[in-house]
């Protein structure tokens, strides 16, 4: 997984029925030589705005939707304690 | 998924079989530290030159498809909204 | 795989379900081209802060887990001896 | 996917009994900021020295194998057209 | 897949128990702009020291081996010819 800051929503109208009702974000690679790397993710965990959150990529990130047939490849699993001083 | 905008068509007349009626485009990666970073994205939305789209990767890719065995690592899922300001 | 060491533990109170009872910990490359990259992945074999480990990530991550569903892309699949100098 | 030019053959006479009779290509990524980075692909389509080709990568890539246990992770799945100038 | 050179062993004692009998070796990726990415891959194929190799990532990296749930995500699959000259 990689530690990441919510940045932004992505809208996106016209898309895969499947995705339909899912949220995405903008998220930013926080740490290390990837930091500044941007991503989206599909959110089903309720992470706001400038939220550090951990995000799951690759096929795993669809083990997360009940419908594991999304084509999805980020995920936001968790959201990074405040008071975690990594 | 990666943000990225679509810059060409791909035409590849020998190419496999499960692959035939499928439409090939050139995507750059925008934004972060990929931004340039060129990819190769089958289309089932209907991306026009220029537009911002969102791409997913990997074995979720395939999952766009009504034929599961195509051979695809990427694929565009959505158009993001012109008015979406990231 | 990759080789990482241990650098710091990370927690999330607000998670997915599958997650509840794992351990993550921010594990950084050592070595190579990668030296610098901070990933964080699951421990289910007791990693201890600054041990040297083995990170297996993607799809494979999730083979050693009892739960097969949780959205894990990277854990921890040994520690390295003490006593191998690479 | 990623388009690719072929650069060489690859020949390794010990390798996993799954692999025998397949051709190994060196292909070099084209275009953007991955410009020079090397691959090894799996050819099932006949590619020639210097063409430029499209590679699938990861799982996806043994879906145009009959065999889907063999060990692949890349694979050239269609040749470029020559008059496509992207 | 990418070309490889061997260059160490790694010695893991405290390991996932369905790793126990495998060989890890520390191998660095061969040319292009990945020159010096350190890997650890599983290698039952039987490679020596400085041998260039062929190895394969990702989940496809557990086709090679008979315990199919393994957390692998590299394999070594093959051993490049001395007189291959690429």
């Given at each position: 997984m990689i530690a990441a800051k919510v940045i932004d929503k992505?809208?996106?109208?016209?898309?895969?029925d499947s995705l339909i009702g899912l949220k995405f974000m903008l998220v930013e690679v926080i740490g290390g030589i990837d930091?500044?790397?941007?991503?989206?993710?599909?959110d089903s965990i309720g992470a706001g705005?400038?939220?550090?959150?951990?995000v799951c990529t690759g096929s795993s990130a669809r083990k997360m939707l009940d419908r594991n047939d999304a084509p999805i490849?980020?995920?936001?699993?968790?959201?990074?304690?405040?008071?975690?001083?990594?």
């Amino acid at each position: 997984m990689i530690a990441a800051k919510v940045i932004d929503k992505i809208w996106a109208t016209r898309k895969a029925d499947s995705l339909i009702g899912l949220k995405f974000m903008l998220v930013e690679v926080i740490g290390g030589i990837d930091a500044g790397r941007l991503m989206i993710a599909a959110d089903s965990i309720g992470a706001g705005m400038g939220e550090r959150v951990l995000v799951c990529t690759g096929s795993s990130a669809r083990k997360m939707l009940d419908r594991n047939d999304a084509p999805i490849d980020a995920i936001i699993i968790g959201i990074i304690d405040e008071d975690c001083t990594f």
